[in-house]
């Protein structure tokens, strides 16, 4: 019985078949995998090099935090919401401070500004939530629009004299130095003329109102970089210098 025989050039161009499609199966998958991989460690963080000091603003809304996992994360500061207008206290505030001041991190306490309720309202209001408990920051006054103000913003002279009433009373009350925080455009529009005051500018652009000592916050949610946990931040990086950092306060 004679042996069948496969002519080289079929022999060859099955090898050949076979040897492209095993090469292609292996290319898609390491794409994948990198795909994968960048999903994963993807990071919108601004240049370490150039803002090597990363942390977070964290209210009720974020839930139970696991602040020493935070600092390993390489969180290094925390800005925690305290209060809003004359009546407001953040639920988790006096839990999250207790626990965020006991891991070493440094920790800052933001009171979020009403365009509604007067400066010496508010600032009772702080005062009596928070007591002591204001971090070893400057103690932040947040503005953002509500109800219809993003349609009909409010008078920018009376706005930047009750924020100005409002700085003079918590420094007075706690001689504690004060930053203003918001959009570049609320910044801009109702920071007090008068006075040096730092920044914190909430914008996914680089910031281009000047502060020396002052914060960035580039994301509404983002993943702490190089980090496996999952849980979506709203991350800040400080604006100044690592010597600055040492004596911001």
């Known amino acids: 019985m004679r042996r ?80 809003e207008g004359a009546s407001y206290k953040d639920d988790n505030f006096d839990t999250n401070y207790s626990r965020a001041s006991g891991t070493g991190l440094r920790v800052g306490i933001f009171h979020f500004f009403s365009f509604d309720s007067s400066p010496e309202r508010q600032a009772d209001q702080l005062f009596k939530a928070v007591g002591s408990q204001t971090g070893d920051l400057p103690i932040m006054i947040y503005l953002d629009y509500y109800n219809d103000y993003a349609q009909q913003p409010p008078a920018q002279k009376k706005t930047q004299m009750a924020l100005a009433q409002l700085v003079t009373l918590i420094n007075q009350h706690y001689h504690q130095n004060c930053l203003i925080g918001g959009a570049p455009s609320l910044l801009k529009r109702y920071v007090p003329h008068k006075g040096d005051y730092p920044l914190w500018q909430t914008t996914r652009e680089q910031p281009t ?12 949610a983002s993943r702490i970089p190089n980090s496996d946990n999952q849980t979506n931040y709203q991350l800040a990086v400080f604006t100044g210098t690592k010597q600055q950092w040492q004596t911001i306060k």
């Open 4 to 83: 069948k025989v496969t002519p080289i050039f079929q022999d060859s161009f099955q090898k050949r078949y076979w040897r492209q499609i095993i090469i292609g199966i292996i290319a898609v998958a390491l794409c994948l995998g990198g795909a994968i991989w960048w999903l994963k460690h993807r990071s919108d963080r601004p240049s370490a090099t150039q803002y090597p000091i990363l942390g977070m603003q964290l209210s009720q809304s974020d839930g139970y935090q696991d602040f020493d996992g935070l600092k390993k994360d390489g969180i290094q500061f925390v800005y925690l919401k305290a209060t």
């Open 209 to 220: 109102l000047a502060t020396k000592n002052g914060f960035w916050q580039y994301t509404m």
